[in-house]
Protein backbone atom coordinates (compact mmCIF):
# COMPACT_ATOMS: atom_id res chain seq x y z
CA UNK A 1 0.00 0.00 0.00
CA UNK A 2 2.64 2.44 1.01
CA UNK A 3 4.64 1.58 -2.02
CA UNK A 4 1.34 2.70 -4.46
CA UNK A 5 0.51 5.59 -2.53
CA UNK A 6 4.82 6.60 -2.90
CA UNK A 7 4.31 5.97 -7.02
CA UNK A 8 0.71 7.93 -7.23
CA UNK A 9 2.31 10.85 -4.82
CA UNK A 10 5.14 10.91 -7.35
CA UNK A 11 2.70 10.60 -10.41
CA UNK A 12 0.51 13.63 -8.74
CA UNK A 13 3.62 15.89 -8.11
CA UNK A 14 4.61 15.17 -11.65
CA UNK A 15 1.15 16.26 -12.84
CA UNK A 16 1.28 19.11 -10.86
CA UNK A 17 4.51 20.72 -11.45
CA UNK A 18 3.59 20.20 -15.63
CA UNK A 19 -0.04 20.82 -15.29
CA UNK A 20 0.36 23.78 -17.94
CA UNK A 21 2.58 21.61 -19.99
CA UNK A 22 0.40 19.04 -19.75
CA UNK A 23 -2.87 21.52 -20.26
CA UNK A 24 -1.39 22.89 -23.93
CA UNK A 25 -0.88 19.22 -24.92
CA UNK A 26 -4.22 18.05 -24.64
CA UNK A 27 -5.69 21.73 -26.56
CA UNK A 28 -2.97 20.42 -29.61
CA UNK A 29 -4.15 16.70 -29.24
CA UNK A 30 -7.67 18.28 -29.57
CA UNK A 31 -6.81 20.61 -32.31
CA UNK A 32 -5.02 17.43 -34.51
CA UNK A 33 -7.13 14.66 -32.70
CA UNK A 34 -10.42 15.30 -31.62
CA UNK A 35 -12.16 12.21 -32.83
CA UNK A 36 -12.03 10.56 -29.38
CA UNK A 37 -12.96 13.74 -27.79
CA UNK A 38 -15.96 13.93 -30.12
CA UNK A 39 -17.22 10.94 -28.73
CA UNK A 40 -17.15 11.49 -24.89
CA UNK A 41 -18.56 14.70 -25.61
CA UNK A 42 -21.29 13.44 -27.80
CA UNK A 43 -21.53 10.10 -25.34
CA UNK A 44 -24.82 10.06 -23.11
CA UNK A 45 -27.20 7.78 -20.46
CA UNK A 46 -30.64 7.60 -21.67
CA UNK A 47 -32.97 10.31 -20.49
CA UNK A 48 -34.33 10.87 -17.06
CA UNK A 49 -37.18 12.39 -16.57
CA UNK A 50 -35.59 14.62 -13.19
CA UNK A 51 -32.64 16.07 -15.70
CA UNK A 52 -32.58 14.78 -19.45
CA UNK A 53 -29.87 13.99 -20.91
CA UNK A 54 -26.66 13.31 -18.85
CA UNK A 55 -23.88 13.36 -21.03
CA UNK A 56 -20.24 11.66 -20.49
CA UNK A 57 -19.06 15.00 -19.83
CA UNK A 58 -21.58 15.43 -16.83
CA UNK A 59 -20.69 11.90 -15.65
CA UNK A 60 -16.67 12.63 -15.03
CA UNK A 61 -17.57 16.65 -13.78
CA UNK A 62 -19.70 14.90 -11.00
CA UNK A 63 -17.11 12.31 -10.35
CA UNK A 64 -14.35 14.91 -10.11
CA UNK A 65 -16.34 17.10 -7.78
CA UNK A 66 -17.44 14.33 -5.58
CA UNK A 67 -13.69 13.29 -5.04
CA UNK A 68 -12.79 17.36 -4.37
CA UNK A 69 -15.65 16.88 -2.19
CA UNK A 70 -13.68 13.70 -0.61
CA UNK A 71 -10.45 15.52 0.24
CA UNK A 72 -12.17 18.52 1.40
CA UNK A 73 -11.53 18.43 5.44
CA UNK A 74 -14.22 21.10 6.80
CA UNK A 75 -12.95 20.97 10.50
CA UNK A 76 -11.08 24.21 10.15
CA UNK A 77 -14.21 25.99 9.33
CA UNK A 78 -15.26 26.74 12.30
CA UNK A 79 -13.17 30.10 13.02
CA UNK A 80 -14.82 31.16 9.74
CA UNK A 81 -18.85 31.04 10.74
CA UNK A 82 -17.68 32.33 13.50
CA UNK A 83 -15.92 35.07 11.69
CA UNK A 84 -17.45 35.15 8.16
CA UNK A 85 -16.63 38.78 7.22
CA UNK A 86 -13.57 37.82 5.07
CA UNK A 87 -15.69 35.05 3.34
CA UNK A 88 -18.73 36.49 2.82
CA UNK A 89 -16.72 39.75 1.41
CA UNK A 90 -14.92 37.10 -0.97
CA UNK A 91 -18.05 35.07 -1.90
CA UNK A 92 -19.74 38.53 -2.80
CA UNK A 93 -16.60 39.58 -5.07
CA UNK A 94 -16.29 35.88 -7.04
CA UNK A 95 -19.73 36.91 -8.17
CA UNK A 96 -19.77 41.36 -8.80
CA UNK A 97 -16.05 41.31 -9.70
CA UNK A 98 -16.05 39.46 -12.85
CA UNK A 99 -19.42 40.31 -14.39
CA UNK A 100 -18.50 43.88 -13.50
CA UNK A 101 -15.48 43.44 -16.00
CA UNK A 102 -17.54 41.25 -18.51
CA UNK A 103 -19.99 44.45 -18.62
CA UNK A 104 -17.51 46.78 -19.67
CA UNK A 105 -16.07 44.80 -21.70
CA UNK A 106 -19.39 43.76 -23.54
CA UNK A 107 -19.92 47.87 -23.83
CA UNK A 108 -16.41 48.55 -25.05
CA UNK A 109 -16.96 46.00 -27.91
CA UNK A 110 -18.75 48.23 -29.92
CA UNK A 111 -16.14 48.83 -32.06
CA UNK A 112 -15.40 45.71 -32.68
CA UNK A 113 -15.33 44.89 -36.41
CA UNK A 114 -17.31 41.55 -36.20
CA UNK A 115 -20.82 41.40 -34.03
CA UNK A 116 -21.42 38.30 -33.87
CA UNK A 117 -17.69 37.90 -32.57
CA UNK A 118 -18.19 40.31 -30.16
CA UNK A 119 -21.39 38.39 -28.83
CA UNK A 120 -19.46 34.86 -29.09
CA UNK A 121 -16.78 36.44 -26.84
CA UNK A 122 -19.31 37.93 -24.35
CA UNK A 123 -21.14 34.67 -23.95
CA UNK A 124 -17.83 32.75 -23.86
CA UNK A 125 -16.96 34.77 -20.74
CA UNK A 126 -20.15 35.43 -18.88
CA UNK A 127 -19.67 31.48 -18.54
CA UNK A 128 -16.59 32.12 -16.94
CA UNK A 129 -17.30 34.84 -14.57
CA UNK A 130 -20.38 32.57 -13.40
CA UNK A 131 -18.56 29.78 -12.16
CA UNK A 132 -17.52 29.45 -8.81
CA UNK A 133 -14.18 29.42 -7.37
CA UNK A 134 -11.72 26.66 -8.74
CA UNK A 135 -10.77 23.79 -6.60
CA UNK A 136 -7.19 24.02 -8.00
CA UNK A 137 -7.32 27.48 -6.54
CA UNK A 138 -7.03 25.48 -2.95
CA UNK A 139 -3.78 24.12 -4.02
CA UNK A 140 -2.26 27.07 -5.52
CA UNK A 141 -2.91 29.03 -2.30
CA UNK A 142 -1.37 26.16 0.24
CA UNK A 143 1.41 26.18 -2.12
CA UNK A 144 1.76 29.79 -1.53
CA UNK A 145 1.39 29.77 1.96
CA UNK A 146 -2.57 31.08 2.31
CA UNK A 147 -4.95 29.96 4.49
CA UNK A 148 -6.65 27.17 3.75
CA UNK A 149 -9.52 27.29 5.95
CA UNK A 150 -10.89 30.18 3.90
CA UNK A 151 -9.68 28.66 0.83
CA UNK A 152 -12.30 25.69 1.50
CA UNK A 153 -14.72 28.28 2.03
CA UNK A 154 -14.68 30.16 -1.18
CA UNK A 155 -14.78 26.77 -2.88
CA UNK A 156 -17.48 25.13 -0.79
CA UNK A 157 -19.65 28.21 -0.35
CA UNK A 158 -19.58 29.21 -4.44
CA UNK A 159 -19.82 25.77 -5.30
CA UNK A 160 -23.22 25.64 -2.73
CA UNK A 161 -24.64 28.78 -4.39
CA UNK A 162 -23.92 28.28 -8.30
CA UNK A 163 -27.30 26.64 -8.57
CA UNK A 164 -28.71 30.89 -7.11
CA UNK A 165 -25.36 33.08 -8.80
CA UNK A 166 -24.57 30.93 -12.01
CA UNK A 167 -27.89 31.54 -13.87
CA UNK A 168 -28.47 35.57 -12.28
CA UNK A 169 -24.68 35.35 -13.33
CA UNK A 170 -25.67 34.10 -17.20
CA UNK A 171 -28.57 36.56 -17.35
CA UNK A 172 -26.64 39.42 -18.04
CA UNK A 173 -24.22 38.28 -20.85
CA UNK A 174 -25.71 40.04 -24.04
CA UNK A 175 -29.29 38.47 -25.88
CA UNK A 176 -27.55 36.81 -28.20
CA UNK A 177 -26.26 34.39 -25.51
CA UNK A 178 -28.93 34.29 -23.13
CA UNK A 179 -31.77 31.77 -24.79
CA UNK A 180 -28.77 29.00 -25.26
CA UNK A 181 -26.84 29.50 -21.93
CA UNK A 182 -30.44 29.46 -20.16
CA UNK A 183 -31.99 27.11 -21.80
CA UNK A 184 -29.94 24.01 -21.52
CA UNK A 185 -30.95 23.33 -18.26
CA UNK A 186 -28.74 24.84 -16.37
CA UNK A 187 -29.73 25.01 -12.82
CA UNK A 188 -30.52 21.36 -13.39
CA UNK A 189 -26.92 20.52 -14.28
CA UNK A 190 -25.22 22.52 -11.55
CA UNK A 191 -27.77 20.82 -8.96
CA UNK A 192 -27.11 17.38 -10.24
CA UNK A 193 -23.73 18.07 -11.57
CA UNK A 194 -21.69 19.99 -9.21
CA UNK A 195 -23.91 20.39 -6.12
CA UNK A 196 -24.63 17.29 -4.92
CA UNK A 197 -21.15 15.31 -5.99
CA UNK A 198 -19.53 18.02 -4.07
CA UNK A 199 -22.26 17.31 -0.74
CA UNK A 200 -22.08 13.55 -1.14
CA UNK A 201 -18.20 13.61 -0.96
CA UNK A 202 -17.95 15.45 2.02
CA UNK A 203 -20.42 13.19 3.45
CA UNK A 204 -19.05 9.95 2.78
CA UNK A 205 -15.56 11.58 4.40
CA UNK A 206 -17.39 12.46 7.25
CA UNK A 207 -19.10 8.99 7.60
CA UNK A 208 -15.77 7.14 6.76
CA UNK A 209 -13.56 9.51 8.37
CA UNK A 210 -10.76 11.30 7.26
CA UNK A 211 -7.82 8.40 7.96
CA UNK A 212 -9.78 6.24 5.81
CA UNK A 213 -9.74 9.08 3.14
CA UNK A 214 -6.23 10.01 3.85
CA UNK A 215 -4.80 6.15 2.68
CA UNK A 216 -6.57 6.65 -0.29
CA UNK A 217 -6.07 10.55 -1.20
CA UNK A 218 -2.80 9.90 -3.55
CA UNK A 219 -4.97 8.01 -5.66
CA UNK A 220 -8.05 10.34 -5.74
CA UNK A 221 -5.65 13.12 -6.65
CA UNK A 222 -4.02 11.76 -9.46
CA UNK A 223 -7.50 10.79 -10.89
CA UNK A 224 -8.82 13.97 -10.58
CA UNK A 225 -5.92 15.62 -12.27
CA UNK A 226 -6.49 12.81 -15.24
CA UNK A 227 -10.47 13.65 -14.92
CA UNK A 228 -9.59 17.52 -15.39
CA UNK A 229 -7.35 16.90 -18.27
CA UNK A 230 -10.21 14.90 -20.10
CA UNK A 231 -12.45 17.05 -19.71
CA UNK A 232 -10.43 19.48 -21.28
CA UNK A 233 -9.46 17.89 -24.01
CA UNK A 234 -12.98 16.68 -24.91
CA UNK A 235 -14.56 20.21 -24.91
CA UNK A 236 -11.48 21.52 -26.70
CA UNK A 237 -12.95 19.60 -29.47
CA UNK A 238 -15.92 21.77 -30.21
CA UNK A 239 -14.09 24.58 -30.66
CA UNK A 240 -10.10 24.09 -31.71
CA UNK A 241 -10.10 22.11 -34.46
CA UNK A 242 -12.53 24.99 -36.85
CA UNK A 243 -10.08 27.33 -34.78
CA UNK A 244 -6.82 25.57 -36.59
CA UNK A 245 -8.79 25.00 -39.98
CA UNK A 246 -9.89 28.33 -40.41
CA UNK A 247 -7.77 30.58 -38.15
CA UNK A 248 -9.00 34.00 -37.54
CA UNK A 249 -6.18 35.53 -36.09
CA UNK A 250 -7.42 39.32 -34.95
CA UNK A 251 -9.88 37.66 -32.74
CA UNK A 252 -7.71 35.14 -31.09
CA UNK A 253 -5.77 37.66 -30.43
CA UNK A 254 -9.31 39.53 -28.98
CA UNK A 255 -9.85 36.60 -26.73
CA UNK A 256 -6.28 36.65 -25.56
CA UNK A 257 -6.39 39.85 -24.32
CA UNK A 258 -10.04 40.03 -23.16
CA UNK A 259 -9.16 36.71 -20.52
CA UNK A 260 -6.36 37.87 -19.73
CA UNK A 261 -7.96 41.26 -18.41
CA UNK A 262 -10.78 39.27 -16.69
CA UNK A 263 -8.23 37.07 -15.03
CA UNK A 264 -6.10 39.90 -13.46
CA UNK A 265 -9.05 41.45 -12.57
CA UNK A 266 -10.19 38.82 -10.45
CA UNK A 267 -6.22 38.38 -8.87
CA UNK A 268 -6.32 41.91 -8.70
CA UNK A 269 -9.32 41.94 -6.70
CA UNK A 270 -8.30 39.33 -4.12
CA UNK A 271 -5.28 42.37 -2.90
CA UNK A 272 -8.19 44.68 -3.00
CA UNK A 273 -10.73 42.88 -0.61
CA UNK A 274 -8.22 41.54 1.52
CA UNK A 275 -7.04 45.03 2.30
CA UNK A 276 -10.64 46.63 2.36
CA UNK A 277 -11.50 43.81 5.12
CA UNK A 278 -8.10 43.63 6.68
CA UNK A 279 -7.32 39.72 6.14
CA UNK A 280 -4.18 38.26 7.37
CA UNK A 281 -1.41 37.59 5.06
CA UNK A 282 -2.56 34.42 4.83
CA UNK A 283 -6.04 35.09 3.87
CA UNK A 284 -4.73 37.67 1.33
CA UNK A 285 -3.05 34.91 -0.46
CA UNK A 286 -6.44 32.62 -0.19
CA UNK A 287 -8.57 35.59 -1.51
CA UNK A 288 -6.09 36.26 -4.86
CA UNK A 289 -6.39 32.64 -5.71
CA UNK A 290 -9.80 32.36 -4.99
CA UNK A 291 -10.77 35.52 -6.76
CA UNK A 292 -8.93 35.02 -9.83
CA UNK A 293 -9.06 31.04 -10.60
CA UNK A 294 -12.56 29.64 -11.86
CA UNK A 295 -14.02 25.90 -12.19
CA UNK A 296 -12.89 25.09 -15.31
CA UNK A 297 -13.83 21.99 -15.48
CA UNK A 298 -18.04 23.30 -14.62
CA UNK A 299 -17.41 26.31 -17.04
CA UNK A 300 -16.20 23.63 -20.15
CA UNK A 301 -19.02 21.53 -19.76
CA UNK A 302 -21.07 24.08 -19.34
CA UNK A 303 -19.99 25.94 -22.11
CA UNK A 304 -19.50 22.66 -24.52
CA UNK A 305 -23.57 21.74 -23.59
CA UNK A 306 -24.81 25.28 -24.30
CA UNK A 307 -22.58 26.66 -26.75
CA UNK A 308 -21.91 23.69 -28.79
CA UNK A 309 -23.06 25.56 -31.79
CA UNK A 310 -21.07 28.13 -31.02
CA UNK A 311 -17.31 27.33 -30.85
CA UNK A 312 -16.15 31.19 -31.25
CA UNK A 313 -17.83 31.56 -27.57
CA UNK A 314 -15.92 28.28 -26.14
CA UNK A 315 -13.00 29.69 -27.48
CA UNK A 316 -12.37 32.53 -24.69
CA UNK A 317 -13.58 29.19 -22.23
CA UNK A 318 -10.33 27.39 -23.20
CA UNK A 319 -8.45 30.60 -23.25
CA UNK A 320 -9.36 31.64 -19.97
CA UNK A 321 -8.39 27.89 -18.31
CA UNK A 322 -4.68 28.19 -19.96
CA UNK A 323 -4.26 31.88 -18.94
CA UNK A 324 -5.37 31.03 -15.35
CA UNK A 325 -2.47 28.95 -14.50
CA UNK A 326 -0.03 31.00 -15.97
CA UNK A 327 -1.37 33.64 -13.91
CA UNK A 328 -1.32 31.74 -10.76
CA UNK A 329 1.85 29.99 -11.55
CA UNK A 330 3.32 34.05 -11.78
CA UNK A 331 1.62 34.91 -8.58
CA UNK A 332 3.16 31.78 -6.80
CA UNK A 333 6.36 32.85 -7.98
CA UNK A 334 6.10 36.02 -6.89
CA UNK A 335 4.70 35.10 -3.50
CA UNK A 336 7.87 32.73 -3.01
CA UNK A 337 10.18 36.00 -3.86
CA UNK A 338 8.86 38.10 -1.48
CA UNK A 339 9.02 35.49 1.40
CA UNK A 340 12.48 34.46 0.40
CA UNK A 341 13.25 38.52 0.32
CA UNK A 342 11.48 38.55 4.05
CA UNK A 343 13.18 35.59 5.66
CA UNK A 344 16.73 37.42 4.19
CA UNK A 345 15.55 40.63 5.94
CA UNK A 346 14.92 39.04 9.35
CA UNK A 347 18.34 36.93 9.33
CA UNK A 348 19.88 40.45 8.57
CA UNK A 349 17.94 41.49 11.34
CA UNK A 350 18.69 39.39 13.88
CA UNK A 351 22.35 39.49 12.90
CA UNK A 352 22.47 42.58 13.22
CA UNK A 353 20.70 42.81 16.77
CA UNK A 354 22.97 39.94 17.65
CA UNK A 355 26.51 42.12 17.49
CA UNK A 356 27.42 43.24 20.44
CA UNK A 357 27.72 46.92 21.39
Not at 157 to 170: D, F, I, M, N, R
Request: overall charge neutral; some cysteine; charged content about 10%.
Amino acid sequence: MACRNGFFEWTQGFLHHHFLWLLAATYLLAAVCPGPGEAIRHTAVPNTEAVGVISLPMLLLALLLFNAGLAADTTDLAGLVRRPLTLLAGVAATVAVPLAVVAGLAAGLGWWHDPDEARCLVAGLGVVAAMPVAGSSAAWSQQAGGSAALSLGLVIASTLLSPLTTPLALAAVGDGSRSALLGAGTVSFLVVGVVIPSVLGMTVRRLVGAEAIARVQPPLKTAGTVILLVLCYANATASLPSVIANPDWDYTALVVAAAGILCGSGFAAGWAVARLVGASGSQQRSLVFGLGMTNNGTGLVLAGAALSGMPAAILPVLTYNLIQHLFAGAVSRSLGKDERGEESYRVLLMAHCSRPL
